[in-house]
């Protein structure tokens, strides 16, 4: 009876191990910074966006039922210890690696739609997890002289999805701004 309970014991170490660890690079980073000085963590999920559904097209509400969260990580160096500079190279090195791999703007030009990027970001990536056409993670980093934003997207996402949310700007005359 004692090495049945010992082994339950030791299997139950050895899932919790392998659960725990099943925690994206991505959401690491926003753990790693929450309630640090500096720092200000937001994080939504489906449920708050949908609300919004009424302003989308089909193919816009298609892509963001896909979503299922979304979180914000802003920085701003005043009220931090680190450069927006550091912080922006900490992240991109988590980012690094284990599937994740960058996306150039460029592609992201659908239907002539520009992204532009304003002269005060001095750093950008944008980068998914997994391949583009299957990934469960989307996000963009920025930093500038005094702030870094690192702004993520979880869920069942494509480059395509993103290009949909384009051309719903491009048909409401918008601009994508980074």
């Known amino acids: 009876m004692q090495v049945i309970h010992k082994l339950g014991i030791l299997l139950a170490i050895l899932l919790a191990s392998v659960t725990g660890n099943a925690q994206s690079s991505a959401q690491k980073v926003y753990d790693m910074y929450s309630g640090k000085q500096g720092f200000v963590n ?6 708050i966006i949908q609300p919004f559904e009424i302003f989308l097209d089909d193919d816009s509400k298609r892509v963001l039922l896909k ?6 990580l802003f920085y701003n160096e005043d009220e931090g210890s680190f450069s927006s500079d550091e912080i922006f190279d ?10 994740y791999f960058d996306i150039d703007p460029n ?9 532009e990027s304003d002269s005060d970001y001095e750093q950008i990536r944008i980068i998914g997890h997994g391949q583009p056409n299957k990934m469960d993670e989307f996000h ?11 702004f993520s997207f979880f869920g069942d996402i494509t480059v395509e999805d993103f290009k949909t949310f384009c051309t719903f700007s ?4 918008n601009t994508f701004k980074l």
């Open 140 to 150: 963009i980093l920025l930093s500038n002289s005094d702030n870094a934003m690192f």
């Open 90 to 99: 900490r992240i991109d090195i988590e980012l690094n690696g284990n599937d």
């Open 107 to 115: 592609e992201l030009n659908c239907n002539n739609l520009k992204i």
């Open 67 to 72: 979503m299922d969260k979304g979180n914000l």
């Open 170 to 173: 491009h048909s409401t005359k």
């Open 42 to 47: 937001l994080g939504f999920a489906k449920s």
